[in-house]
């Protein structure tokens, strides 16, 4: 394995009885970066964690991660990573310090040794001020934060988020987002998935996007964006305009499928230049639809999946099967 890899992985393939929840999938992560697989659910992202993890045994494909082999040294694999799942793994019944430092015990520290490990820990994660309190009293985002910490007992060479931010306010996601990017400075390699496209976008230097069990396209944010083009217009209508009859007409004048926004009051299009864009912004005019603003620009993550996959990335389709 290349020294500069944290994880590569070929072929990957995970089946649960005649689905493919992984299906031949290839991985590269840098050592360092934090790296994000993106995907709607059911994509098999999970699945595809929990196989580098060595939860599942792949049923194809071969993996390294941190220069172990994921068949022949799976216990190696083990000693150099750390996982956080989608919910929380911690006691509820217990302080947020008496949780690390149970753990750190576990990972062989000893009385003083375990203490300072867990308020080291409680420190860096801002939750020095609620290390006393039981964890059923905290708030999402510091069992989130908490969740993480333990995690880290002992810093790990990769760093395994499964969808760390889901179910948070906006407040808490910021909060969860500027400490993993503080994780990936001191080192740690973290691959993350997640259904958030706003997510990838602010945190990955390099972005997988799978579907369906298949990697579909991957690189930077801006190389993906690059993939779909430039010219899109976007349109936003006035209160109770006909979207609809607004819809059909730019995809009439525009020879592009329309997405709507899952609010309704934004349609998006390829429209390829400013003129054809105005063109079709006076034809909307023309016919009756009042439009409350409109504006040229490069497309989202969230444009850019809706491209790639034909379809929107909140869809949920059947959730990955478990073992």
Partial sequence: MNDLLAI????LIKRFGDVHAVNGIDLDVPRGMIFAILGPNGAGKTTLMRMLATLLRPDGGTAQVMGHDLHTAPG???????????????DEDLTGRDNLMLLARLWGFKGAAARARADDLLAAFELSDAATRQVKDYSGGMRRRLDIAASLIVTPGVLFLDEPTTGLDPTARQSVWTMIRGLAQSGVTILLTTQ????????AARIAVIDKGKKIAEGTSRELKAQVGSGFLHVHLAEGADIERAARLLETRLSHTVRRSTEGGQLTVVAGTAHTAATAVAALIADGIE???????SPSLDEVFFSLTGREHAEEPAQEQKP
Avoid: C, K, N, P
């Avoid at 190696?76 to 911690?90: K, N, P």
């Fill in 8 to 11: 590569s992985a070929r072929g």
């Fill in 76 to 90: 190696d694999v083990r000693g150099a990573i750390a996982m956080t799942g989608q919910f929380a793994s911690l």
């Fill in 196 to 203: 958030y496209l706003e997510e990838a976008d602010q945190l």
């Fill in 291 to 297: 439009v409350a603003d409109f504006s040229m620009g």
